[in-house]
Structures are given as structure tokens and as C-alpha cells.
């Protein structure tokens, strides 16, 4: 049995009033929700932003001209420079797609890809950040040590005279391992090469400057951080944004349109085809706000430290294989992935397990990350991932629970 530790200071354990999710309960008991890399649970004021659209903002965006249209529009741009300053950027080099996915997508099309172009990632990305390059050009991917971190220092050889692009998770959504994304950036840089980086993971959990980071793509998902499904953030340097062809046409994207021609807007207005989610960018403004209003260094360090006491717990226990866990814990968020020898469960069986006996809820299987688990001979993981509500007596919880699953 993991020894209980010594009383700790939890300074964001206000959140958890913040997050009605957490008071559902199964079978009568309270719900240790430990699933955020999947999909956060949303904080009341982001609840009440999109309830407000609803109520109070019903009405399209850029294009009408009554009182109502007028407090949408700016409603909708305010959530850009809200999201644009919270990264560092202009709000013309924001763009609001469905989420990171289709993000990656629109600068994939975009840069009118050749088969035999070469896109340089890690081989542990997620689906979302390899399928779009697979099916347009060619991957040409990192190694992994065995336990399953990128020989990310490889970098520089890997790069060719067909690389078109190097792509790379910010954080990734197995190890939850904070990439050297500097390092990429400058190798990229000494060939006149853009770098895009996967910021579905890291977007909440630590401080991004895109000037910082000068890279010349960015993506996230408003799901993951605390705010709406079906919203995501393009961050584009507005030179890129300009180079790239037109991801969708339809209303909204075109300044005119005539028998004979038709004129795209400026962007980042010409990506935005069709009616946008409103109350999305809206409620996603929400939960920026909501995460900044705590910082974002306190986020981080919360972060840090959920994930140092949950890899160390881990390692204590007999039969758990954690995927890359040679990797320093202080270059961890508070998410680890791992497998556990327990005859007759797999991994998601282990996942149902923790929710339907012991009330916490995980993820198990694959991860969108397939070619990670099959190079590490792994039929899926199971993976913890926490937010800034959740606690060191939470991770206690769960890790009983694993110890008592492995002793089976």
C-alpha cells in the first residue's frame, strides 16, 4: 500500500468549486476525475459565457447589421485578442477552427504538399499530428529510446533537401514529457524551414509565448483546456497564414465574388468559412481568462509537481511500465501513461475497472498514438492526466487502487 504522505500545501484546491462536473457522482460516490488530457471538465464562468450567446447573443457574426449582430461580432473578436494575447501573438495571426486537428489539416493543405516531400516529427505523435502528413507527403520520423521518449537531439540529421516541414507535440499525450522545441525551432531555422507545434496538451498547463518560441505554426483545442468542445486555435505567423492556399470557401471568407472572380478576405478571416462557433471562441475566451486570472507559472509548477508525485508512485508499484520514464520529472505535466501486468486485464479493462470499482476515471488503449505502443511491444496503456483542480490525495487514490489491481 502507498504510504499516505505528509500534508500538502494544494494552492489551486479553490478550482474545485469552480467545476460542477465534479460533484456527479457513480453509484453514490464523488468521482475522482483524472481524464483532462482527453477532455477537461469546464469551470462555471465558461458554462455561463456559452449560456450567455445563447441568451443573449443569438446572432451571426461579420455579417449582419442589426444591434444584436453588432455585440456578436464583437463578442467573437474579443475572444480573438483574448486568445491572441494569451499566447503572445497579433489577433490577425489567430485563427478559430473545430480544434487542433483541423488546425494541423488547413496548414497541411495549405502548403500544397508533393508525395515526395518530407515532414519531419516524432514517431509518438498523435494521429492528429501525422495521418494529415501521411496522406500528403512522406514522414520521416525520430527514434524512440525503449522506453518510448524521442531521440529528439536526432533532429538535425533527419532534415533533407525535400523537408518541407517539422511538426512536433509541445507536450506529448502519452508521455507528457515537455518537448526541446527550441531545439527543433533553431535546427529548423538554419534551413529557412517552418516548425508547427502541437499545443493540445501544453496549452494549459504551462506558459506559451509564441514570439518566445518563434515558431511559425501553433495549435490547440478548446476541450482540452478547460473550454468548449468543437472550438481549436490555428496561431499562424501572418506571413505563413498568407503563403498558405485556401483551406475552405463558402460565406464569410470572400471580400467579393462576381461572374468572373471572386476575392478572398485578408486573413485570418479567410480560413473561417461559413458561420463560425460563436459561443465556442466565446467560452473559450472564458476559460483563458479563467486560467490566467490563476498564472500560468502557478499552473505549471501545480502541474509539475501533481506529476512528479504520480510518476514516483508509479514506480513503486510491481508490474507498471511507464512509457518514457527516463525522462527528467521536472520536464513532466501531471500526465503519465503506462502499462500494468495484471493477468486477464488489458489496459482498458484496467481503465473500466478504476472507474466502476473504485470511481476514477482514466483513459486506457491507444491514445491516437499507435506506432508508440507498437514499437514498445504495448497493447495500449493506460494513461492519468490531471488539470488544476485535482490533487496529491487524488493521485493517492488511484494509485491504492493500481496497487491492489496488481497484487490480483
Given at each position: ?10 494552492p489551486?484546491i479553490?478550482?474545485r468549486a ?9 453509484d453514490g460516490?464523488p468521482i475522482?476525475y483524472l481524464?483532462?488530457?482527453s477532455?477537461?471538465?469546464?469551470p462555471?464562468?465558461?458554462i ?10 443569438t ?5 449582419g447589421?442589426h444591434?444584436?449582430a ?9 475572444a480573438?485578442?483574448e ?8 489577433p ?19 502548403l ?34 525503449e522506453?518510448?521518449?524521442?531521440h529528439y ?5 533527419a532534415?533533407?533537401s525535400?523537408?518541407?516541414l ?8 502519452t508521455t507528457g ?5 527550441e ?9 529557412g524551414?517552418?516548425v508547427l ?8 498547463h504551462?506558459p506559451i509565448d509564441?514570439?518566445?518560441l ?8 478548446g ?6 468542445s ?5 496561431y ?15 460565406g464569410g ?8 472572380r ?5 486573413v485570418?478571416l479567410r480560413?473561417?468559412?461559413?458561420t463560425?462557433?460563436i459561443?465556442g ?7 483563458v ?5 490563476l498564472g ?8 509539475q509537481?501533481l ?17 518514457a ?13 503506462f ?14 475497472l478504476?472507474c ?5 476515471l482514466v483513459?486506457g488503449?491507444y491514445?491516437?498514438?499507435?506506432i ?14 490531471t488539470?488544476?483542480f ?12 493500481l ?6
Amino acid at each position: 500500500m502507498t504510504a499516505t504522505a505528509p500534508t500538502r500545501t494544494e494552492p489551486l484546491i479553490h478550482t474545485r468549486a469552480d467545476f460542477p462536473l465534479l460533484g456527479h457522482e457513480i453509484d453514490g460516490h464523488p468521482i475522482v476525475y483524472l481524464d483532462s488530457a482527453s477532455t477537461s471538465p469546464k469551470p462555471q464562468c465558461v458554462i455561463d459565457a456559452v449560456t450567455r450567446v445563447y441568451r443573449d447573443l443569438t446572432a451571426n457574426v461579420h455579417r449582419g447589421v442589426h444591434a444584436l449582430a453588432d455585440e456578436a461580432t464583437a463578442a467573437y473578436e474579443s475572444a480573438r485578442r483574448e486568445i491572441a494575447s494569451f499566447l503572445n501573438a497579433s489577433p490577425a495571426e489567430i485563427v478559430f477552427t473545430r480544434n487542433a486537428t483541423e488546425g494541423i489539416n488547413l496548414v497541411a493543405h495549405g502548403l500544397g504538399l508533393k508525395p515526395d516531400d518530407e515532414i519531419v516529427l516524432p514517431a509518438l505523435e498523435h494521429h492528429a499530428n501525422f495521418l494529415p502528413w501521411r496522406i500528403r507527403a512522406r514522414p520521416v520520423t525520430i527514434g524512440l529510446t525503449e522506453d518510448g521518449l524521442p531521440h529528439y537531439g536526432d533532429v538535425e540529421a533527419a532534415l533533407s533537401s525535400r523537408t518541407r516541414l517539422l511538426a512536433l507535440a509541445h507536450v506529448s499525450n502519452t508521455t507528457g514529457v515537455v518537448a526541446p522545441v527550441e531545439r527543433w525551432v533553431a535546427a529548423a531555422r538554419s534551413r529557412g524551414l517552418p516548425v508547427l507545434i502541437d499545443a493540445a496538451q501544453s496549452s494549459s498547463h504551462l506558459p506559451i509565448d509564441v514570439r518566445a518560441l518563434d515558431c511559425d505554426f501553433l495549435v490547440l483545442s478548446g476541450h482540452k483546456m478547460l473550454g468548449p468542445s468543437g472550438i481549436g486555435v490555428l496561431y499562424g505567423k501572418r506571413e505563413r497564414l498568407e503563403e498558405l492556399d485556401v483551406y475552405q470557401t463558402g460565406g464569410g471568407m470572400v471580400r467579393y465574388h462576381g461572374d468572373d472572380r471572386f476575392e478572398v478576405q485578408d486573413v485570418p478571416l479567410r480560413f473561417e468559412a461559413g458561420t463560425p462557433n460563436i459561443e465556442g471562441a466565446i467560452g473559450l475566451a472564458a476559460a483563458v481568462d479563467y486560467l490566467r486570472s490563476l498564472g500560468m507559472e502557478a499552473v505549471h509548477e501545480h502541474s509539475q509537481e501533481l506529476g512528479r508525485h504520480l510518476v514516483e508512485g508509479l514506480r513503486a508499484i510491481r508490474g507498471v511500465r511507464i512509457v518514457a520514464d527516463s525522462a527528467p520529472l521536472e520536464d513532466r505535466i501531471g500526465l503519465a501513461a503506462f502499462g500494468l501486468e495484471a493477468p486477464g486485464l488489458s489496459e482498458e479493462s484496467v481503465a473500466r475497472l478504476l472507474c466502476d470499482r473504485y470511481h476514477v476515471l482514466v483513459s486506457g488503449g491507444y491514445h491516437c498514438a499507435h506506432i508508440l505502443h507498437h514499437r514498445l511491444n504495448l497493447q495500449g496503456s493506460v494513461r492519468v492526466s490531471t488539470h488544476v483542480f485535482n490533487t496529491h490525495e487524488e493521485i493517492d487514490v488511484v494509485l491504492s487502487a493500481l496497487e491492489e489491481i496488481a497484487r490480483w
